[in-house]
């Protein structure tokens, strides 16, 4: 069978009425036990699959909590997975709806909306905070990874500026003493981390050693400013960098390498996430970790929480971040000065 098999064509193989196969379906009471039996058995030969969504709709709660999510962050595929696992847990499936460059927030929002999704959790979202908050007055909104200054909105975010305080921390005990930063522009966290690494530079008194270069969220972006650290010359050349994100971060692994750059003798690097893409072996990234199970776990509860009216506790919810020690940062090549 070519097309996905149906309800009828259970109904017809079982030799049994439609009806009886969505009672067995639904596991209601009305069908005797060699019936399900059957029933099942011909379902499972046929590949039929109920329609979960289907099945939600028809009821007065979708239980249905609509994610979107942006496709150019790698981490917010770890989030996904996490959301998934925690809403199953209490119940709940997930509408996902993405951003891409091609379809913005809005739209995304808009299609979660079609499929009576009770509430929203936002992955690190960039609209203003009015359009947030107005989204807030119709359903619960948990934005992940931002932080949103206004009671009706939840928030579950990591402690950015102490996980780039942690990654400078980290490059300075190993012996660094010139480190850039690349940041990651309005992207949400970016000025959280900028401020994370200012400050730790001034708290080690290395404050006037301050580099800041212009990134973004991809390996494009990474690779761009990786060429401009290669622009540099002694004495204001850095010996290590911190990233904004692990994407950006392989874009500068890919030109560091392919200028002969060895990392990381010559350049330590530091991304931020701990995504899939930092774990792989060729990448091996020193990174600052984002605990995605912890925020999607109190994402999803404080949703799920706002629908039943128990809410209780902060608006928002700082998680703490840690730093992941990998391949990619070594003491300085003192042969540089």
């Not at 200054?149 to 012996?175: F, K, N, Y």
């Not at 522009?185 to 200012?198: D, I």
């Amino acid at each position: 069978m070519d097309r996905r098999p149906t309800l009828a064509d259970v109904a017809v193989q079982a030799g049994v009425s439609t009806a009886l196969v969505s009672i067995v379906m639904r596991e209601a009471p009305g069908a005797s036990a060699t019936t399900r039996e059957r029933v099942l058995a011909v379902a499972d030969e046929l590949g039929y699959r109920p329609d979960i969504r289907a099945q939600l709709l028809r009821r007065s709660r979708s239980r249905l909590i609509g994610v979107v999510f942006g496709v150019q962050h790698a981490f917010h595929g770890d989030l996904v997975g996490g959301l998934y696992t925690a809403a199953e847990r209490v119940g709940y499936e997930l509408a996902l709806s993405a951003v891409t460059p091609e379809r913005d927030e809005q739209r995304a929002v808009a299609g979660l909306l079609q499929d009576r999704c009770e509430a929203l959790v936002l992955l690190g979202p960039q609209a203003p905070t009015a359009y947030l908050a107005g989204l807030a007055a119709r359903m619960p909104v948990v934005v992940v990874a931002r932080a949103v200054r206004h009671r009706a909105v939840d928030v579950v975010r990591t402690d950015d500026a102490a996980g780039l305080e942690q990654a400078v921390d980290h490059l300075v005990e190993l012996g660094h003493r010139r480190i850039a930063h690349i940041d990651g522009g309005r992207a949400p966290g970016a000025a959280e981390r900028r401020r994370g690494y200012t400050g730790a530079l001034q708290r080690h008194g290395l404050g006037r050693n301050a580099l800041m270069l212009p990134g973004g969220l991809t390996e494009d972006d990474g690779a761009d400013a990786a060429r401009s650290l290669l622009e540099l010359s002694d004495p204001r050349a850095p010996t290590a960098v911190t990233v904004f994100n692990d994407r950006c971060a392989t874009g500068v692994l890919d030109v560091l390498r392919g200028a002969g750059v060895a990392v990381p003798r010559d350049m330590s690097v530091v991304g931020f996430d701990d995504s899939r893409l930092a774990r792989l072996s060729h990448v091996d990234l020193t990174t600052v970790a984002q605990d995605a199970t912890t925020m999607t776990e109190l994402a999803v509860a404080r949703a799920v929480a706002r629908l039943d009216g128990t809410v209780v506790g902060e608006r928002e919810q700082v998680v703490p971040p840690r730093l992941v020690v990998r391949g990619t940062t070594a003491p300085p090549d003192r042969s540089r000065g």
